[in-house]
């Protein structure tokens, strides 16, 4: 009993670990929004696609923000999170 507890909480903590990897931040100030297309892109010239098109109206030129992305198989960074940068 106690090694298939060892067992699964390795498993429990190597899942974890592979989800937080997943995940990365951007902070910059926003250089250009296109609402149609629901994406914003940063001062490093990195494009993000918004989690939804109606959040590119919250957001202006020139705002500092932070962006919590995953980055697709191909290439594409999905914002999961915009917050003003602190």
Known sequence: MRKL?????AAALLAASSIAALAAEATGAITAIDPDAGTVTLADGNTYVLPAPEDAASLQVGQEVTITFE????????????????
């Open 5 to 9: 507890m060892v067992a699964v909480s």
């Open 71 to 86: 980055e697709g198989s191909d290439g594409s960074k999905m914002a999961t999170e915009v917050v003003p940068a602190s």
